[in-house]
Each structure stands twice: as structure tokens, then as C-alpha cells.
């Protein structure tokens, strides 16, 4: 008895930095990043391959980084928003300058054998900077929003001319859902992301730009405190969207272009820009319900799908372990977001708040963006599954992002009674 009450002692006391961090959050990115390994391993034909440990042993870290992060009073960061932003940007405009280029783009930075991403951190840097921004002026003023969306167009703008299409829809997406959290006018929202959709329907679909630009002036009346400039400025806004993407198009690498195409028409260019969703496809389709099995995949063993252990993971879950296995993984992704909500709502401030709100939002929006183009249902933006597929930099961002979080959950304010 007295051994076990020792024992008991012992785990109370060095457990106490961490005594109100949600474990559950911590715990199923763990166990993705494990399967992770295992998955990149079933995908590489040759056992001398490093990658799948390497996942491992940067999921080590991470985790290491994320308990590191938790005990320390998150609050702190409000005081060094600029600093951080700074360093964000520098960090961007470093990367044009001595960065590495690979498959069309210059996005990485090479020290001591390891190529640093920037642009993946700088998503966080951008959440930190943005939830101090919010936190004692919310987005529910014009001026403020404003204020907040210029804060955000100097990081995107560096990440979108590297070119990095992918990270830079995920800035998007991040700023997005933060102001929704802080009480922005949804019809603002709306308005922000109109001119992107209307440029889409000017080249689909006629009629439909049409019927977009009297909605978007609906909107803009009913929303914007100058309801006549506001809704001549919606208006011209969507109305120029189709020359705005003829400009944004040709801005585009030609991958890029090719990625948008053959989404739309993968079978197009079977051989070329179509391929990896064609090859993608039949994979996640041979899978069936219960999948071929651990090493099984005759895609995923026959090396038919490019990148598979980096972009395309989940085709290979797919093909090996099913629909069973991709409803699994889609579920353990569902209880983080869970815990990602719950520990926003229960945070002490609307910093903590905001800071759940904007890892929920770039988790969610890399998740769906992915198991979307493996499946056919978005192009290939060259997203990773968070905690699942290979790459450092993102796998390190991912728990740096938990780490913060799990700071906002020990650092809430304890339940009297």
C-alpha cells in the first residue's frame, strides 16, 4: 500500500505542469503520426529508406516541443505579436533570397541537412499575430477588420509569390474562421471571398456571374454600413472578378495551371497533369471495405502514385485498410477538432480563444483539402494530412500548433466549488 501511494505521489508531482492539459488531444495526433510511419514504410519499396523513422523521430520532437510548449503561460506571446510578425515575414522574404527551389517552387531552406519550410510556421505566426489582434478589439467593427486583413496580406502575399498556392488558401482559410470567431459580420465574410467565386462563375457559368453580383449587392446592402458605396463597391468588385482571374491565372505556374485542369478533366491528359488523380482513385477504389491489407496495395506497392508518402497518403490508407480505415482516420481527425472546440469555448480569454479557433481552422481546412484531391473532388494544392504524411516541417508545425493549444487548456481558470 504504501508503495503504490508513493507512486501515486511521485505521478501527481511530476505530472503537475501538465495537470489540465487535454490529453485526448495530444494523444490521437501521437498515435496518427505512429500509423503515419507505418504507412510511408508500406509505401516505400526499399527498407534503406529513411523516411518512414524519420517521421517518428520528428513526431518525437513535436512531442517534446508540444509538453514544452503547454507549461508555459501562453499569455506571453500577446506581448511579442510584432516581434513574432516580423520574424514571420523576415523568415518569407529569406527564403526568395537563399531558399532552395524544387518542383517549380523556392519554399525551402537548407540547414544543417535540414530543409526548413517557413511558410508552414509562418501559419502559425500568422495565428498568434492575428488572435493578439483580435483579442481586445474584435472583428465586429469595419475598421477593425480592416486592420486585421492587412496584417494578414503581408505574410500571404510572400507565401503566394513564392509560389505557394496550397499554404497560402490555408492563410486564408486560418483568417477566415478567426474572424468568424471574433464577431465578424458574416454577409463581410462573404463579400471578402465573393470576387474569387465571381471569377470562377465568369468563366463557367454566365448566367450564374449574373445572378452572383445582384446577390453579392443584396449583401453588401444589407450588411455594410455604407449601404450604397458598400453595394456599388460589391458590385464593381465582382464585376471586374472576371478580369481579376484572367490576371491571377496568368500569374499561376504552369503545374499550377495544369493541376486546375486536370481536375476538372483528369482523363484530359491521362498520362501528364491528370495522372495523380487518376491513379489516386483507383486506388482508394480497390481498397473496397476493408482494404488489401498492410503492404498489400497493388497502387501503392507498384509505385504507380507519385508523392504518395508526402500529398497522396491517403490513397494508400485507402487501398490498404478501406473505407474502414479511411472512416477511422477521418474519425480521429473529427474528436481533435472536438477537443479543439471545446477547449476554445472554455478558454479563459479570447486570446486562448482565438488561438484554438485558428489551429481548428487550419487542421480542418488541410483535411478536407486533402482527402478532397485524393479523391477527386478539389485539384491538387499540395496540402499535407496533418501528422500523417512526410514532411518536417509540417509534422513540427503541427504539434508546435497542439503545444499551444494544450497551453490555452492548462492555463484556464480551475472550477470552484
Known amino acids: 500500500m504504501l508503495h503504490k501511494s508513493l507512486t501515486r505521489f511521485h505521478w501527481r508531482y511530476w505530472s503537475r505542469p501538465w495537470q489540465e492539459i487535454d490529453w485526448w488531444l495530444l494523444a490521437i495526433p501521437i498515435v496518427l503520426t505512429l500509423f503515419g ?8 519499396a526499399n527498407w534503406d529508406d529513411s523516411d518512414w523513422w524519420q517521421h517518428w523521430l520528428t513526431g518525437g520532437i513535436g512531442v517534446v516541443l508540444a509538453l514544452a510548449i503547454a507549461r508555459w503561460r501562453y499569455e506571453i506571446l500577446v506581448q511579442w505579436q510584432w516581434i ?32 526548413l519550410q517557413p511558410s508552414e510556421f509562418a501559419k502559425l505566426g500568422m495565428i498568434i499575430c492575428l488572435a493578439a489582434l483580435l483579442e481586445g478589439k474584435t472583428a ?14 503581408v505574410p500571404w502575399g510572400l507565401v503566394f509569390i513564392q509560389p505557394d498556392l496550397g499554404t497560402s488558401l490555408v492563410f486564408g482559410a486560418i483568417a477566415l474562421g478567426m474572424l468568424y470567431w471574433a464577431n465578424a459580420n458574416p454577409g463581410w465574410l462573404i463579400l471578402m471571398v465573393s470576387p474569387l467565386v465571381g471569377a470562377i462563375l465568369y468563366a463557367v457559368w454566365l448566367p450564374g456571374w449574373i445572378a452572383w453580383l445582384v446577390l453579392m449587392a443584396a ?12 453595394t456599388i463597391a460589391a458590385v464593381t468588385a465582382n464585376g471586374l472578378s472576371g478580369w481579376l482571374g484572367i490576371q491571377l491565372w496568368g500569374l499561376l505556374k504552369d503545374y499550377q495551371k495544369d493541376r486546375i485542369v486536370m481536375f476538372l478533366n483528369p482523363d484530359k491528359d491521362p498520362l501528364g497533369g491528370g495522372y495523380h488523380l487518376i491513379q489516386s ?75 484554438a479557433i485558428g489551429v481548428l481552422s487550419m487542421l480542418v481546412f488541410q483535411v478536407v ?36 493549444v494544450e497551453s490555452v487548456a492548462n492555463h484556464r481558470q480551475r472550477l470552484k466549488f
Request: positive net charge; glycine residues 12%.
Open 84 to 115: 513574432i510578425f516580423a520574424i514571420t515575414n523576415l523568415s518569407l522574404v529569406a527564403v526568395m533570397a537563399i531558399g532552395t527551389t524544387a518542383k517549380g517552387a523556392q519554399r525551402w531552406i537548407g540547414i544543417g541537412g535540414f530543409n
Open 37 to 44: 510511419g507505418a504507412i510511408v514504410r508500406s509505401v516505400q
Open 219 to 230: 449583401i453588401a446592402a444589407l450588411s455594410l454600413p455604407w449601404r450604397l458605396a458598400g
Open 140 to 153: 465586429a467593427k469595419l475598421p477593425a477588420l480592416i486592420k486585421a486583413l492587412l496584417v494578414v496580406s
Open 369 to 404: 483539402t486533402n482527402i478532397s484531391m485524393t479523391i477527386g473532388l478539389a485539384p491538387v494544392t499540395g496540402i499535407p494530412l496533418p501528422w500523417l504524411s512526410y514532411g518536417k516541417s509540417a509534422l513540427l508545425t503541427n504539434f508546435i500548433a497542439i503545444g499551444l
Open 281 to 355: 482513385r483507383i486506388a482508394i477504389g480497390a481498397g473496397e471495405l476493408w482494404g488489401r491489407g498492410w503492404g498489400q496495395g497493388t497502387q501503392t506497392q507498384g509505385g504507380f502514385i507519385p508523392e504518395q508518402h508526402t500529398d497522396f497518403i491517403f490513397s494508400a490508407i485507402g487501398e490498404e485498410l478501406g473505407f474502414v480505415g479511411c472512416v477511422a482516420i477521418v474519425f480521429a481527425f473529427w474528436l481533435i477538432c472536438l477537443r479543439l472546440v471545446i477547449i476554445a469555448q472554455n478558454a479563459k480569454d479570447n486570446f486562448g480563444s482565438l488561438l
